[in-house]
């Protein structure tokens, strides 16, 4: 018994080969698993260092080199889907037969739990930074050309930068350049840049550092991280959002996702707590969507609003939930999915619960 155990486990585990012509060097990955797709292939190849991960729900298979000979920057990546086979296609740079492929680095053709595997971090480039709102921006990062990395709806990375002699890591989530209003056209992923809208404390010790980032700078981005499944909303027919402040990040890419894929969705409600009207990040991007898309509809909620708001204020609170919380029908499938400081989160948790939602109905972003 224990070796038919043992052989089995093998066999779950992905394998990898590779060949070569005169010009290329195909490394062709066996995972073994059936819906593959480009979210769970992260690929670098930085001079002569190769790097290829491959996520398979909790666990992680790479293949890490330091290849024979110098190949040029462009790295191909093919993904049959249906048979599970990854191909990381590289150029060489000079037409020399490779006796190897290289010599394995530490870790190498090992597949291990993901919370083993330590975060790989690449240097971005810092394209450009626009104004949000008077304390948010925009960033724009680009990935090195080598680089082939998708980060899915709802994870995050993690930037390192080294300040005052300290490395300093925090968590950030992509969002797309903007909402998209025609969902007819499929979201712009270009696999190239990676957007961060992140608000800058002026006390803060990280984000006082990428403020102070020149265009053409560089910082480490880590791969994605999150536990996040886009599975948990492509069977949702209502979908409620409750952002606190930059809380909003992760609803950006999942907002675009549930009404540019999930068929039986029927409403989709943000409701976005912020401090004042001038926090409000994407505010008419948001009201144009409400306008365009008859499915969403967005809720404003002040906690220190001027005297002239007419909109609903307070923070998060039973009753409020109560209000705004609701199925379109008695049996609706619905995903409630919260994130913002650590108290609104809590509390929010706590609150739904109460109003009879249960765990499988409730998403909270943290760490
Ligand atoms: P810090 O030096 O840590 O302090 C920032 C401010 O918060 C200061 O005003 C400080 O006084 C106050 N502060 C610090 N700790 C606390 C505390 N425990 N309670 C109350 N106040 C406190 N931020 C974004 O802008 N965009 C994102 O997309 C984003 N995504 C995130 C994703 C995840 C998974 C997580 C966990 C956080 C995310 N954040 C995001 C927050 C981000 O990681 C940093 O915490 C934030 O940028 C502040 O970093 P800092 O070093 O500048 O601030
Ligand atoms: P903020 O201080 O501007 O607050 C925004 C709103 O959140 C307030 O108007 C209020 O309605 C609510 N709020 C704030 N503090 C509260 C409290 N103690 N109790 C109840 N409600 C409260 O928010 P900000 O400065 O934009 O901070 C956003 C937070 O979201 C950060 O803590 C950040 O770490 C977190 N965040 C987490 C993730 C994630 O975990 N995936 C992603 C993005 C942001």
């Not at 070569?20 to 990955?29: A, P």
Request: hydrophobic content about 40%; glycine content about 6%; proline content about 4%.
């Amino acid at each position: 018994d224990k070796k038919v155990l043992a052989s089995s486990a093998k066999d779950l585990s992905p394998a990898y080969d590779w060949f070569q012509t005169d010009s290329l060097i195909t490394i062709v990955i066996y995972t073994k698993q059936k819906d593959m797709n480009a979210d769970l292939v992260i690929v670098d190849c930085q001079d002569k260092q190769l790097r290829g991960e491959i996520i398979m729900d909790d666990h992680s298979y790479l293949i890490e080199v330091d290849l024979d000979h110098a190949v040029s920057e462009d790295v191909a990546v093919n993904i049959a889907e249906k048979v599970g086979k990854v191909e990381i296609i590289l150029n060489k740079k000079d037409k020399v037969h490779w006796k190897m492929l290289g010599q394995p680095c530490e870790g190498h053709n090992t597949f291990i739990k993901r919370t083993d595997r330590g975060l790989f971090y690449r240097k971005c480039k810092l394209i450009s930074k626009t104004e949000v709102t008077y304390d948010t921006k925009l960033f724009c990062l680009m990935l090195p050309k080598g680089t082939h990395l998708r980060v899915p709806t709802g994870q995050h990375v993690y930037l390192k930068h080294i300040i005052a002699g300290t490395e300093v890591v925090k968590p950030y989530t992509p969002v797309l350049p903007f909402l998209p209003l025609d969902f007819q056209e499929p979201p712009c992923h270009d696999g190239v840049h990676i957007y961060l809208m992140i608000k800058i404390y002026s006390d803060g010790l990280f984000t006082q550092a990428l403020d102070h980032l020149q265009i053409g700078d560089y910082i480490s981005v880590s791969n994605p991280e999150g536990n996040f499944k886009k599975s948990q909303v492509q069977t949702s027919e209502d979908l409620l959002l409750l952002a606190g402040g930059t809380g909003f990040t992760p609803m950006v890419k999942l907002l675009n996702f549930a009404l540019t894929e999930v068929s039986c969705l029927r409403t989709v409600k943000l409701i976005f707590f912020n401090k004042t009207e001038h926090d409000i990040l994407w505010r008419n991007q948001l009201e144009q969507l409400a306008l365009k898309d008859e499915r969403f509809e967005v809720q404003f909620v002040l906690s220190q609003p001027s005297k002239d708001w007419v909109g609903k204020q307070g923070k998060i609170s039973l009753s409020l939930l109560s209000e705004f919380v609701k199925r379109t029908r008695r049996d609706s499938k619905v995903l409630i999915c919260i994130c913002g400081p650590v108290p609104f989160t809590e509390q929010g948790v706590q609150y739904l619960k109460d109003l009879g939602y249960s765990q499988e109905e409730i998403h909270a972003f943290t760490a």
